[in-house]
């Protein structure tokens, strides 16, 4: 059975940086590829950042791009995203994804696996 945990969200303010967590676990986690998401109340979830198998290749949202980081530690089983200059409109629910391949993808069809998100709070 596979399993997505997230870790690290809160509250923090604008200007502020988090570093969120992802274990995996139930799934050879380094053969797939994998995404944070974001979503807020009566929005459809939105894709930020992907990974590549190898962590060789990343992807990120135009809004994100230049302030958060993707990587993964394979032999750790976990994904992580460094927010750094965080906005008050980043505060969402974050999830974390695994796809089905080790390619890299922003469609949220590409992933089968979905963590239960970690909420992330920035006020002004």
């Known amino acids: 059975q596979v399993q997505l945990v997230e870790s690290g969200g809160g509250l923090v303010q604008a200007g502020g940086s988090l570093r969120l967590s992802c274990a995996a676990s139930?799934?050879?986690?380094?053969?797939?590829?994998m995404g944070w998401f974001r979503q807020t109340p009566g929005k459809e979830r939105e894709f930020v950042a992907a990974i590549n198998w190898s962590g060789a290749r990343t992807y990120y949202a135009d809004s994100v791009k230049g302030r958060f980081t993707i990587s993964r530690a394979n032999a750790k089983n976990t994904l992580y995203l460094q927010m750094n200059s965080l906005k008050p409109e980043d505060t969402a629910v974050y999830y974390c994804?695994?796809?089905?391949?080790?390619?890299?993808?922003?469609?949220?069809?590409?992933?089968?696996?979905w963590g239960r998100g970690t909420q992330v709070t920035v006020s002004s």
């Open positions: 139930g799934r050879t986690f380094s053969s797939y590829a």
């Open positions: 994804a695994s796809a089905d391949s080790g390619g890299i993808y922003k469609d949220p069809t590409a992933y089968r696996y």
